[in-house]
């Protein structure tokens, strides 16, 4: 077990130092993570992801959470908690250690055109990690259905449905959680 926490530990840090554009960046990650290890299926990733699209908080996060809970939680809920809180840390910790660094010198060198350069190269990088997750996101799912691009038609509509709802002026007012709980819902009781 002191070999499994170490190795989320060590593969949360290098998620949070390289997965530079946000959360959808750590997808690629992860991905890795699962191929490496086998901690998650790749329905589960998809699962992840959607899950931690929908509540509060970054998706990384969220998404380190369940992997560190979900690896550790065999050994018992406590070690599952504990396990969700060493990968949540383990993902943070690096990028604040950057970000104080980068508070600092930036702050001196604000005007550095080497620097502007660095942060202006760190974009496109950014932009094709996650086009690269998402891509890799759609394949998955797309992967799972019965033939290669196999429609759901029931949730197709569904979703079509609960989006139009939203966007209707006079339920605009109506929290998007509640459409998200009404589609989850319905897709129960459809058995989606």
Same mark, same amino acid.
């Given at each position: 077990m002191i070999k499994i926490i170490l190795l989320l530990i060590f593969e949360f840090m290098k998620t949070g130092l390289m997965a530079v554009g946000g959360g959808m960046a750590c997808i690629r990650f992860l991905q890795d993570m699962?191929?490496?290890?086998?901690?998650?299926?790749?329905?589960e990733l998809a699962n992840i992801i959607a899950v931690a699209?929908?509540?509060?908080g970054p998706i990384g996060v969220? @998404? $380190?959470t369940y992997v560190g809970y979900s690896v550790?939680?065999?050994y018992g809920a406590v070690w599952g908690v504990l396990g969700g809180i060493i990968s949540t840390l383990s993902l943070i910790s690096p990028q604040i250690v950057v970000i104080i660094f980068v508070a600092k010198g930036l702050e001196k060198y604000r005007r550095s055109k080497l620097v502007n350069d660095a942060f202006g190269a760190l974009r496109p990088a950014a932009a094709g990690l996650v086009a @690269? $997750?998402?891509w890799s996101v759609i394949r998955s799912s797309l992967s799972f259905s019965l033939a290669p691009f196999h429609v759901d038609v029931v949730s197709?509509?569904?979703y079509g449905a609960l989006v139009t709802l939203m966007l209707?002026?006079?339920l605009k007012k109506i929290h998007p959680v509640l459409f998200l709980a009404a589609g989850g819902l319905i897709g129960?009781?459809?058995g989606l």
């Open positions: 699962i191929a490496k290890y086998g901690w998650l299926t790749g329905e699209e929908s509540t509060p969220n @998404a $380190a550790l939680s065999p @690269a $997750a998402g197709l509509v569904l209707l002026p006079k129960a009781v459809l």
